[in-house]
């Protein structure tokens, strides 16, 4: 492949931050918190973008989705519940999320286990969506095939149509919202020499146990 040559060669030292096991929140998602308004300051695109890891059978699978809320010690995401993604969290409630923050060299891992949110919680969320979002989200069979791209814009079209007249559009019972409730976060800081900073904490009871891990 006409690739493989630059990407042997692609390589940048990271050095411009360090995370030392001192500096850390003892709460995880209080040195979450403070990362993430890190890196909206730095105007990181998409920085509440992650990607989230599932499991069907004993194949892992991953997409990208958006961070929506941490309410509740929980990291908060929305989706359609009968997508690929929501039957494989019925059968198996344990995922993965990784956020990457490139202008900041900064990774952070998750590991925990979902449940759906609240109707309620849904509701309020799904009235706070452009419109043309809550139509998309009734519109689109999530995760199905369709025949072409003219099948898919039919359907967004007879959906604008049968809510024309309707003020507040109501979220369809198959889309909603899931709160990830962590057992695990790792946060990593690029150093040079890829010598870089991991530091993880791991749930223990009630507590957060820190331990800094060989980059
Ligand atoms: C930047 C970005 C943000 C996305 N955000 C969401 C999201 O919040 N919810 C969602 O259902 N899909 C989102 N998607 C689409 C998903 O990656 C995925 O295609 C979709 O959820 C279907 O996944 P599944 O078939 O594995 O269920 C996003 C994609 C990208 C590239």
Not at 87 to 95: A, F, G, I, W
Request: proline share 5%; aromatic share 10%; net charge neutral.
């Amino acid at each position: 492949m006409e690739i493989n040559k630059t990407l042997e060669n692609l390589r940048i030292d990271y050095q411009s931050e360090y995370l030392d096991l001192k500096d850390c929140e003892k709460d995880p998602l209080k040195q979450f918190d403070k990362w993430l308004v890190e890196s909206l300051k730095a105007e990181c695109d998409e920085p509440n973008a992650f990607i989230l890891s599932t499991v069907k059978k004993d194949q892992p699978r991953s997409r990208v989705l958006l961070l929506k809320g941490i309410h509740d010690q929980q990291f908060i995401f929305y989706t359609n519940y009968q997508s690929s993604k929501g039957s494989e969290l019925d059968q198996n409630s344990k995922v993965a999320m990784t956020f990457l923050w490139l202008p900041l060299q900064r990774q952070v891992r998750i590991e925990g286990v979902v449940n759906k949110v609240s109707e309620e919680t849904s509701n309020d969320y799904f009235q706070k969506r452009p419109r043309g979002s809550q139509l998309g989200a009734i519109a689109s069979p999530q995760s199905q095939r369709v025949e072409n791209r003219e099948a898919l814009e039919k359907m967004f079209a007879e959906t604008e149509t049968k809510f024309k007249n309707i003020e507040l559009i109501p979220r369809p019972s198959h889309w909603g919202g899931y709160g990830v409730t962590p057992t695990l976060i790792e946060f990593w800081q690029g150093r040079n020499n890829r010598m870089h900073d991991r530091i993880c904490y791991v749930k223990a009871g009630d507590t957060w146990e820190l331990q800094r891990l060989a980059p």
